[in-house]
């Protein structure tokens, strides 16, 4: 089984920063991709910074420029460097991770740390 466990989520005021972390656990074979992605009240859930095999990032328009996703490979971790937080950046941050286990290629989220931007 694989976990992905979340942290560094809270409260910031508008033009701060917070950076999140991920750990991925269990049988991982290989990381396709790892990411972050974020769902706002009455929103769909979206992608916003992804890391293809490693070394290759996309971001979506709406946060490029800001957003810095980054990772340590030998501690299964991703990260997301959050700059010029806007208010409406305010969401439940998920992790997301597709990768070859011992069951096959699969896809999982974490269980979401809430971002809040407000003074």
């Known amino acids: 089984q694989v976990q992905l466990v979340e942290s560094g989520g809270g409260l910031v005021q508008p033009g701060g920063s917070l950076r999140l972390s991920c750990a991925a656990s269990g049988n991982i074979f290989h990381f396709y991709t790892m990411g972050w992605g974020r769902q706002a009240p009455g929103k769909e859930r979206e992608l916003v910074a992804t890391?293809?095999?490693?070394?290759?990032?996309n971001y979506a328009d709406s946060v490029k420029g800001r957003f810095t996703i980054s990772r340590d490979a030998a501690k299964n971790t991703v990260y997301l460097q959050m700059n010029s937080l806007k208010p409406e950046d305010t969401a439940v941050y998920y992790c997301y991770t597709d990768i070859s286990t011992n069951i096959g290629r699969r896809s999982y989220w974490g269980q979401g740390t809430q971002v809040t931007i407000s003074s």
């Open positions: 890391l293809i095999s490693g070394d290759m990032s």
